[in-house]
């Protein structure tokens, strides 16, 4: 059976994209490469509106431990995209968020994601990427704390 499409009220916050003729590939609709730097930029650009410093200057850094995307209907050019993100685990050093794409009017064809990635962070030792870090540290936690579903 394939995975449900997510509905947008299964996010928290938001974001927004414009699509690009860069990101259309030669079969008319969005590159694959391109969900994942959305993922990844979505994901950062809410630590580094929340945190409120430089999140690459913090004791403990976010390394990607894992990503991947569903994709459930073609994005294509023009347009632009809605980004909902939440998180789906607060661990104790890692968190993994959920990242929906959307296109098109939220009451009609929008209101369910086209892609839903899922992005893994794991905390390490900004000086030593080799050694986990437990604790989070607080300012992240605090950052994506609102993001949590139950």
């Known amino acids: 059976m394939p995975p449900e499409r ?3 009220s299964s996010y928290v916050a938001w ?3 414009t699509l690009r003729w860069a990101d259309i590939d030669v079969y008319g609709h ?3 490469a391109r969900y994942f730097e959305l993922i990844d930029t979505v994901v950062n650009d809410h630590l580094a509106a929340s945190v409120g410093t430089d999140i690459r200057a913090l004791p403990a850094i976010g390394l990607v431990a894992e990503v991947s995307c569903r994709y459930f209907a073609e994005i294509t050019y023009p347009g632009s995209l809605d980004l909902g993100i939440y998180v789906e685990r607060l661990g ?3 968190i993994v968020y959920r990242v929906g794409i959307f296109q098109g009017d939220p009451e009609g064809g929008g209101a369910l994601a086209a892609a839903e990635g899922r992005f893994v962070h794991v905390y390490v030792d900004n000086t030593d990427p080799a050694r ?3 604790p989070l540290p607080p300012e992240v936690r605090a950052a994506v704390e609102p993001l949590v579903t139950s």
Request: charged content about 20%.
């Open 6 to 8: 997510p509905p947008r």
């Open 15 to 17: 974001d927004r994209a």
């Open 30 to 32: 969005m590159n694959n």
């Open 92 to 94: 104790s050093s890692s």
């Open 132 to 134: 986990p870090v437990t």
